[in-house]
Each structure stands twice: as structure tokens, then as C-alpha cells.
């Protein structure tokens, strides 16, 4: 893939002394994202090898990468030129991740919103679900919660603004659309985005030290529509501990 020099271009704002911020660009964009990605593969590579010494962790989002460091054991302008340099380096990853297939309930009490969106789409609700069920959504970045996912990937049709006014509770695991972004909701919290299911899975596990949040930026999501009585069995089974997460990587697994 080939691109000209400003698509390549990055700029590297400090942020105060122990940290810089590497932007790709400033728009929600696959292309954009993915040279996040690349980006970030560089810095896990080097930090397997022992070469970040005094890099403490970076976190990216949807267009740039905060990478957080120790000032008393790193030099601030000679990582700054190896960031700068890494970036320019990044490439593209097209794909990178897991492919989750996560099951949804979305029986009107799971899914508050969802008949006002058929509404006013001109849409049957299970039009909707069908849609929805039918996209392939990419993880952007974790924010705002513990654990909660921004997915790109919400087709056109449903563009959707946020709430007039936010809830106060929003059920844990409900899936909702805001504009042409997804989410799932780890915990119970305010927020503002339309609720059209939920799910029965466990989005972040503070006991998993490995990996306490189920989806990561790069992985694509696919929502399977089931049933009540299906999401009411499979909540007791992660409750209890005996869902075997192998399970959300087959297709049509529930």
C-alpha cells in the first residue's frame, strides 16, 4: 500500500514529563487506526527485547498512542526521537487480533432503545437486529470505563445521535450505538448512548492479570442474536466460572 508523505506524517506532543503523545492523524479511520496498530506492535516487540528501558506502558486510542515513561530512567529527547523514528516505521495492519463471536439478548427488556431506533429508521426491530448481527465491528481503543470498548463498524443506516439525557443506570454488558460507534458497557454506569441488547459475557475480569479485558484495540467483534432464556443460562455460567471463553471464538457457538 502506498501513500503520500502528509498521510504519513505524525506529530509528537509532550505531555508534561513523562509522557509523549504520537499522533497519526485526526480522523476515526481504518487506515488511521491501523498505523495505531503497527505502531503499537513496534513498541510490544522492543519491549519484549529489553529496548524501552524505562517505558512504562502506552495506551492508544483511535488516532495516537500516549507512550507513559520514567523520566529519572529514560531521556526524554532520545525517546522522543525513537518514537519519532518508530512511527515513521509503523506501517499498516489491516487485521490484527481476535475475531469474538459474542452472543446478545435482544428482547426488549435487554434493549430499551431498540424500537425507537426501527422507528425512526422506518425499520422493523428485527430489521435492526439483523443488521447488526450482520456487521463485523473493530475495537478502536478502551476508555471511559474499565474494560469498555469503542467499535467502529455501525452500518450507515443506523447513525443514531446520543440521548437528550443520559441515564442515570445503564444496565453492566448492554451493547449500545451512539453516531457510528458501538460500545459495551463492562459496569453498571450513567451513560447516554442507545441501548440495543445485552450481553451475558463478563467484559472485564480484574482476577484475569493476563488480559482483565476481554475485547483489545485490533479485535473485531460479531454480535449472535439469542435468546433470553439462552443469555439467562450462559450468565450463570460465567457467574460461576465455568464459561469456557474458547467458546466466543467459534461462529454460532451459542
Known amino acids: 500500500m502506498t501513500a503520500d508523505s502528509s498521510a504519513l506524517s505524525v506529530r509528537l506532543l509532550s505531555v508534561g514529563d513523562s509522557a509523549w503523545t504520537v499522533e497519526f492523524g485526526?480522523?476515526?479511520d481504518p487506515a488511521i487506526h491501523g498505523r495505531v496498530l503497527g505502531f503499537c506492535s513496534l513498541l510490544d516487540t522492543l519491549s519484549g527485547d529489553g529496548r524501552l528501558e524505562g517505558v512504562v506502558e502506552w495506551v492508544p486510542t483511535f488516532r495516537s498512542v500516549t507512550v507513559h515513561f520514567n523520566p529519572e530512567q529514560t531521556d526524554a529527547m532520545a525517546l522522543r526521537n525513537l518514537l519519532g523514528e518508530l512511527a515513521g516505521k509503523s506501517g499498516i495492519l489491516s487485521a490484527t487480533g481476535c475475531r469474538w463471536h459474542i452472543p446478545v439478548c435482544f428482547d426488549a427488556?435487554?434493549?430499551?432503545?431498540?424500537?425507537?431506533?426501527?422507528?425512526?429508521?422506518g425499520m422493523t426491530p428485527e430489521a435492526v437486529v439483523q443488521l447488526l448481527t450482520d456487521s463485523v465491528f473493530s475495537v478502536y481503543m478502551l476508555g471511559f470505563l474499565p474494560?469498555?470498548?469503542?467499535?467502529?463498524?455501525?452500518?450507515?443506516?443506523?447513525d443514531m445521535p446520543r440521548l437528550a439525557s443520559p441515564r442515570k443506570v445503564?444496565?453492566?454488558?448492554?451493547?449500545?450505538?451512539?453516531?457510528?460507534?458501538?460500545a459495551a458497557y463492562p459496569w453498571e454506569s450513567p451513560g447516554g448512548w442507545r441501548l440495543l441488547g445485552r450481553t451475558p459475557m463478563r467484559l472485564f475480569d480484574a482476577a484475569n492479570a493476563r488480559r482483565p479485558a476481554l475485547l483489545a484495540p485490533g479485535d473485531q467483534v460479531v454480535w449472535e442474536a439469542i435468546d433470553r432464556a439462552s443469555h439467562d443460562e450462559l450468565e450463570r455460567e460465567c457467574a460461576a466460572g465455568h464459561f469456557d471463553l474458547a467458546r466466543l471464538m467459534r461462529e454460532g457457538g451459542f
Open 26 to 28: 485526526s480522523d476515526i
Open 109 to 121: 427488556e435487554c434493549a430499551p432503545d431498540l424500537a425507537d431506533v426501527a422507528a425512526a429508521k
Open 147 to 158: 474494560g469498555f470498548p469503542y467499535l467502529g463498524g455501525v452500518p450507515e443506516v443506523l
Open 170 to 182: 445503564v444496565p453492566a454488558r448492554s451493547i449500545a450505538i451512539a453516531g457510528r460507534m458501538c
